[in-house]
């Protein structure tokens, strides 16, 4: 009540509500969870780990702990990308119906479920880069009977740097073919992801799902920025030219073609 009337009077002040420090190295990435799985947040660095962190009271934003860690499958990795499964048209349908996790005494990491039934596990997609040259882009799904985020699938594995990633949100009831935009040099991958494998019992060490190249957009820099509309119809990237270009399908062709610079 206090903080609330002090934030109305507009003589509030930010606060310092945790401090994280369970990496030894540099945290270059921080993400939260969007709000259906509860209030989460992912964070990655330079030691290839990323580690998700949630409060044990959210309304307060008090109590901060590391509720789970995933390691890179290969020593010496670092992080340099995350990128969250959003909320789509489906996720809003069954949003409605049900308790907002951040509202409970402890934030839940349960899969949203689509108007067809089928429950998809919150997923997170991470790019990885070792010394010796090897790039990957993996994503990583919950499992919430195991209660640990799992290697689900493999988007990219290869010598191309990634730069940048942007999960594609939801648009479309009952598919569940995710795009995952990929900036590797001077080109933007469109991978898709089938997010129905998810709910497997794919297992830490596996492989995990191949992810299919659906589109290249080729840039005559390398790509550093790159970020999907609100209905993931439109991509944005940035490249090092200093332009900024708009991707869009075309309608009659279904081919990537670049619309506006």
């Given at each position: 009540a206090a903080a609330t009337a002090a934030a109305e009077a507009g003589s509030s002040e930010w606060e310092r509500c945790a401090q994280l420090r369970d990496?030894?190295?540099?945290?270059s990435h921080l993400s939260f969870a969007p709000a259906e799985h509860g209030l989460q947040l992912a964070a990655a660095g330079d030691d290839g780990a990323v580690r998700f962190y949630s409060p044990s009271d959210?309304?307060?934003?008090t109590g901060w702990e590391l509720c789970n860690e995933s390691e890179a499958l290969r020593p010496g990795a670092r992080c340099v990308a995350v990128a969250w499964r959003g909320r789509g048209v489906d996720d809003a349908r069954a949003g409605s119906s049900r308790e907002n996790p951040a509202h409970g005494s402890h934030a839940t990491m349960g899969g949203r479920t689509t108007s067809d039934g089928i429950t998809v596990p919150p997923a997170l997609a991470v790019a990885l880069r070792w010394p010796d040259g090897v790039n990957a882009v993996r994503v990583l799904s919950y499992d919430e009977a195991a209660m640990r985020w799992n290697h689900a699938a493999t988007v990219y594995e290869?010598?191309?740097?990634?730069n940048a990633l942007a999960w594609a949100p939801g648009t479309r009831a009952g598919v569940l073919n995710d795009v995952?935009?990929?900036?590797?040099?001077?080109?933007?991958?469109?991978?898709?992801?089938d997010t129905m494998s998810?709910?497997?019992?794919?297992?830490?060490?596996?492989?995990?799902?191949?992810?299919?190249?659906?589109?290249?957009?080729s840039h005559p820099a390398v790509v550093r920025v790159c970020d999907w509309n609100a209905v993931g119809d439109t991509l944005a990237t940035s490249a090092e030219d200093g332009r900024v270009r708009l991707w869009a399908a075309n309608v009659a062709t279904g081919a990537w073609e670049e619309q506006a610079q």
């Open positions: 990496s030894t190295k540099p945290v959210p309304l307060a934003l290869g010598p191309a740097a990634v995952v935009a990929v900036a590797l040099g001077a080109d933007v991958g469109l991978f898709r992801v998810f709910g497997g019992a794919a297992s830490l060490g596996a492989a995990g799902v191949a992810a299919s190249l659906e589109a290249t957009l």
